[in-house]
C-alpha cells in the first residue's frame, strides 16, 4: 500500500535527495496521518457513544489530537521548503 501511495503522489520517488522530492514525501506522511486519525477517530467516537464505553470514546479524542500533530506535520514540512530569510 506504502508503495502505490509513494507512485502515485510522488514524483521522481528515487531522487531522495531532491527538495521537492523530499516535500513530497512528508507532505504524503502528513496527509495520511491526517486521513488515517481523523477515520480512526470517527469510528472510535461513534462506537464509544453506541456502547456508552468513555474509553472507546476517550481513545478516539486520542486520535484527534494525534491527527493535529500530524497537521503539524504538514505546517512544518510547507515551512521548511520557504527560502531562507
Do not use: H
Amino acid at each position: 500500500m506504502t508503495k502505490l501511495l509513494i507512485r502515485l503522489f510522488v514524483k521522481n520517488s528515487e531522487d531522495v535527495l531532491n527538495p521537492a522530492v523530499r516535500r513530497s514525501y512528508g507532505s504524503l506522511s502528513g496527509g495520511v496521518g491526517i486521513f488515517c486519525n481523523l477515520f480512526l477517530c470517527i469510528i472510535k467516537i461513534a462506537v464509544g457513544f453506541l456502547t456508552a464505553s468513555i474509553s472507546i470514546t476517550a481513545d478516539g479524542l486520542n486520535n484527534l489530537s494525534d491527527m493535529g500533530s500530524s497537521v503539524i506535520t504538514l505546517i512544518g514540512f510547507k515551512m521548511a521548503g520557504k527560502p531562507a530569510d
